[in-house]
């Protein structure tokens, strides 16, 4: 059974850019989160979805937003890039709705701003 | 006031040494739920446990055992007979604000403990 896939792996953007990171869940699974990682501010939630809706978000400014397909792929978008959001962004895929089933991470993206 | 705190940054042990990660957290809400997880230096994160605040039983799985007490706000996880691939920074983390819909909770990691384990 194929994992979490999360692509590109590497992305190097400038200031002012926008970006589109993707990520495919694994097969059945219906809940996709979004997860930033950096060395300053940690591991910190972005947003789940579930069947295609927005359950929950974090606490990012609206130049981070999301959706998900009608076959669970997910993709999250980061408008107006800042060097600050350089990090490793990790998408976790379950079942069901967090947090009742068990999390099943993908390898990252990491993102460079210069 | 943090949320989760682990307070152990970096822990070294040698092989087969026994060692206990902290975790301790801080609510008012009654319902919630506790994880672990593990970031191997490869960078992927993988699920360990997930606990909610209704059940104080301990949990055993191979040489992981987790031992939640409310009474102290605490989560620590214990592995036994530490091996070198258990290397890792392990991630606590506590998520609040369940209400009925389950939809609007916050969910909040510590900072990690890096566990080196020398052959």
């Known amino acids: 059974k194929a994992g979490v896939t999360q692509t590109p792996r590497y992305l190097i953007k400038t200031r002012g850019q926008q970006v589109t990171l993707s990520c495919s869940p694994i097969?059945?699974?219906?809940?996709v989160s979004w997860y930033q990682q950096t060395p300053g501010q940690g591991l910190q939630f972005l947003f789940e979805?579930?069947?295609?809706?927005?359950?929950n978000k974090g606490n990012f400014p609206g130049r981070f937003s999301g959706r998900q397909f009608s076959n669970s792929r997910s993709e999250m978008n980061v408008s107006t890039l800042e060097l600050g959001d350089s990090a490793l962004y990790l998408c976790?895929?379950?079942?069901?709705?967090?947090?009742?089933?068990?999390?099943?991470f993908g390898d990252g993206t990491r993102l460079s701003i210069l | 006031a943090q949320k989760v705190t682990q307070a152990q940054t970096e822990i070294s042990v040698v092989e087969k040494e026994d060692v206990t990660l902290d975790c301790v957290y801080e609510?008012?809400?009654?319902?919630?739920?506790l994880f672990w997880y593990k970031q191997p230096p490869s960078g992927e994160l993988v699920f360990l446990i997930r606990?909610?605040?209704?059940?104080?039983q301990n949990e055993i799985s191979g040489r992981y055992s987790w031992n939640f007490q409310k009474s102290t706000s605490s989560f620590n996880f214990t592995i036994t007979a530490s091996q070198v691939v258990d290397s890792a920074v392990y991630f606590c983390?506590?998520?609040?604000?369940?209400?009925?819909?389950?939809?609007?909770?916050?969910?909040?990691f510590g900072k990690g403990t890096l566990l080196t384990v020398n052959p």
């Open positions: 983390a506590l998520s609040e604000g369940i209400d009925s819909g389950g939809s609007n909770y916050k969910l909040t």
């Open positions: 609510t008012r809400d009654t319902t919630y739920y």
């Open positions: 097969s059945g699974h219906r809940s």
């Open positions: 976790a895929s379950s079942l069901g709705p967090f947090p009742g089933s068990p999390q099943h």
């Open positions: 979805y579930f069947s295609e809706t927005q359950r």
């Open positions: 606990r909610n605040s209704f059940d104080e």
